[in-house]
């Protein structure tokens, strides 16, 4: 049996492995992969052999691993790990799905790899068509709620509460309509291309705001236009004269003139 490992953090990767050894030691680890690019990049080499199994991290370094499926198919078998998670481990139950919670244990691993060596064809089938389905549901989700760290949580937040995204330092946060901030792990480009454009405008390097946290405008000096939120932001958000009719006909789109 030949497996793939998508993790990135080490000691849960080296962990994997080493119970692995002990449970299965005729299993082969193929690869360790630590992001949503080298995964993507493995299936996309033919020359990559093809594993029977594949245990998927859901949280990545850059982003969440249901994104892989956006570029590859994969047709082996998928067992999920994850921290604890009420939201995703609601999802897998709901749908059926096979999930190891971290850290992981041996009795655990022991009785996942006895149930897919178990499986039929059919049932093989069956259960990839289950992942397959939660995973077109998870995406059409994130539309509309992105998982983010909050202490020592992950929990759902719905972009109807977010009134604009922030970059600095390479980190991405969320601001709510209510000035609570959370870290998002994507950058502003991935959200721009996320996110519904009738409700959020890119109107900086550094913002994406809601229309729903637009207070008022100002006039700034050459033709550009200094944006007013109902929260306080980091720095001052300006319109550039270049951008100033896009914004324009964005704002009055969704505000349609008495």
Known sequence: MKVLIVEDETAAAVNLQAILRKVAPTYEVLAVLESIEDTVDYFRDTTQTAPD?????????????????????????????????EYALQAFKVNSIDYLLKPIKAEDLQHAIDKFARLTRSERTDYKGRVDEMIEKAKQESQHVFLVHYKDKIIPLYIDRV??????????????HTGERYVVDRTLEMLQSQLPEDEFFRATRQFIISRKAVKDITVWFGS???????????????????????????????????
Do not use: C
Not at 56 to 84: C, K, N, W
Not at 166 to 173: I, L, M, Q, R
Not at 238 to 248: A, N
């Open 53 to 85: 199994l594949v245990f998927m991290d859901i949280h990545l370094a850059d982003g969440e691993s249901f994104r892989i499926f956006d570029s590859v198919q994969i047709d082996a078998p998928i067992i999920f790990t994850t921290a604890y998670d």
């Open 224 to 258: 550009r236009l200094s944006l007013n939120l109902t929260v306080e932001t980091p720095e001052r958000i300006i319109i550039s004269k270049t951008r100033v009719p896009e914004f324009k006909q964005w704002l009055t789109a969704v505000h349609p003139a008495d």
């Open 163 to 176: 009134a604009y995204f922030y970059t600095s330092n390479e980190k991405v946060s969320a601001f709510t």
